[in-house]
């Protein structure tokens, strides 16, 4: 189904019973990246996917300010509303992680657990969020000038991806192809206005924040096993599972486990 929030349509998927889950994905992903999982998390869920804005089939407005993360946590509040759904647990993956995190510190009501996979509160400083944005300005000035074709290759082969690279041939070209699906318009303004260096540091809110948190990340991902490692020690009940020989985006490197520890969390199964 298309949800119109404030002049832009949402993409949003819904299936099966249970307490409701919202799945965020990353940049340049969309809901179809959930499909190896989406079994597993239907076992005791109701499941809820949503096309972040600029991706999927989600809209990709002109205007930076749509993109930006105060915007797409009022989007999410409305979705919400509009599905009568008055709390959900919450799975993010790296961008989309961002945005699960963001929405879960400013609205702790609507979030009962909350799953990150891969993800940050954002860049301490201002002079850290100032580089990131100008490089991230660079990037989208560059995928507009040379088209999707040279962008879903050249982000394929950057290195935060290089474990992907001892998958099947298959699902790393089904990879390729649904990046394919976005537009160059929806990914450049989505860097622009949702990267790490336009969203606020939610650092200083993890000490206040008092749900269940779930914390996944891969073993050769050795940047976000740090960021793990420093937000395991601020939030007041969180659990992190480090899952060897994986990289940044387990619920792709690793559908089955990934599906089978997100799941038990939620469901409070003491095997998770």
């Known amino acids: 189904m298309n949800i119109e929030v404030s002049g832009i349509d949402y993409h949003v998927e819904v299936s099966g019973v249970g307490f409701p889950v919202v799945l965020l994905h990353g940049f340049t992903g969309s809901i179809s990246t959930w499909s190896e999982c989406e079994e597993e998390l239907m076992k005791n869920s109701k499941i809820i996917k ?9 809209s990709s407005p002109d205007s930076i300010k749509r993109y930006e993360m105060k915007s797409v946590l009022a989007d999410l509040r409305y979705i919400l509303q509009y599905l009568n759904i008055d709390q959900a647990d919450v799975v993010g993956y790296s961008m989309g992680g961002r945005v699960a995190l963001a929405f879960a510190v400013m609205n702790p009501t609507l979030v009962r ?39 879903v290759e050249y982000w394929g082969n950057i290195p935060l991806f290089e474990s992907q690279k001892k998958l099947p041939s298959l699902i790393r070209q089904r990879i390729k ?9 929806g990914l450049a303004n989505s860097l622009i206005g949702m990267g790490t260096g336009s969203q606020p540091s939610y650092w200083e809110n993890l000490k206040q924040y008092a749900g269940e948190v779930l914390l996944l990340t891969g073993s ?6 740090i960021i793990a490692e420093k937000m395991s020690k601020r939030l007041k009940y969180s659990q992190w599972v480090n899952i060897d020989g994986c990289g940044h985006a387990i619920h792709v490197e690793q559908p089955e486990k990934f599906g089978t520890i997100v799941s038990g969390f939620l469901s409070n199964k003491s095997d998770s």
């Open 50 to 58: 949503i096309d972040l804005v600029g991706h999927g089939r989600s």
């Open 177 to 185: 192809e649904q990046r394919k699906q976005n537009s160059i318009k």
């Open 220 to 225: 050769v991902d050795k940047k976000f096993v």
């Open 113 to 151: 657990k909350l799953v990150l996979e891969s993800a940050s509160p954002g860049l301490v400083t201002d002079e850290d969020r100032r580089s990131r944005r100008e490089q991230d300005q660079q990037l989208a000035n560059k995928m507009k000038q040379n088209g999707l074709e040279w962008f």
